[in-house]
């Protein structure tokens, strides 16, 4: 139903800022829950962020809280997330991911999302 491409990845020094980007086709966003998730080597999956479908409501993971900012064109059917202040634990594959159900605003939770990303690499030096 969507294809979801994430780009932006890149290798960056603690305190710098990357953008990551999510580009989708097949269909348009509006009607879905977008999220972003991170998976560290030797590590599970966890939630980063996400928004509801019109951009109104968004939901961070505390680690990310205050550094990382989420966001979406729906016209242009792309989430980007802003990420700065950045860490060497920030260090993960970044994962795009969609949710279509329509009884939530914004989920944390990797189970429910429907359509995933290969994932864009970040890499944080010291």
């Known amino acids: 139903q969507v294809q979801l491409v994430e780009s932006g990845g890149g290798l960056v020094q603690a305190g710098g800022s990357l953008r990551v980007s999510c580009a989708a086709s097949?269909?348009?966003?509006?009607?879905?829950?977008m999220g972003w998730f991170r998976q560290a080597p030797g590590k599970e999956r966890e939630f980063v962020a996400a928004?509801?479908?019109?951009?109104?409501?968004?939901n961070y993971a505390d680690s990310v809280k205050g550094r990382f900012t989420i966001s979406r064109d729906n016209a242009k059917n792309t989430v980007n997330l802003q990420m700065n202040s950045l860490k060497p634990e920030d260090t993960a594959v970044y994962y795009c991911?969609?949710?279509?159900?329509?009884?939530?605003?914004?989920?944390?939770?990797?189970?429910?999302?429907?359509?995933w990303g290969q994932g864009t690499q970040v890499t944080v030096s010291s």
């Open positions: 097949g269909r348009t966003l509006e009607n879905y829950i």
């Open positions: 991911a969609a949710d279509r159900n329509v009884g939530r605003v914004t989920s944390r939770t990797g189970y429910e999302y429907d359509y």
């Open positions: 928004i509801s479908r019109s951009g109104g409501n968004t």
